[in-house]
């Protein structure tokens, strides 16, 4: 009777931990200004709020870290 070994596979959990623990940069902050007002300019509510949100971690990094 052979015996099989289990194969780690990773999960989601770990996928998200492994992404949190890399830096992503951030684009510029007058690109994510044009895509603020991008987003106000056709009235998307949740993309102008991740773009603010964007803006904020983009010109002051040590806010929320």
Known sequence: MSRRS???RPTEHAAIRAACRSARPLPPVPAL??????AHARSDR???VLA?????????????E
């Not at 603010?52 to 040590?62: C, D, I, K, Q, S």
Request: proline fraction near 4%; glycine fraction near 8%; charge should be negative.
């Open 6 to 8: 289990r194969i780690a």
């Open 52 to 64: 603010a949100h964007l803006v904020v971690r983009a010109a002051a990094p040590e806010v929320g």
């Open 33 to 38: 200004m044009a895509a603020l007002l991008d």
């Open 46 to 48: 949740e993309g102008t």
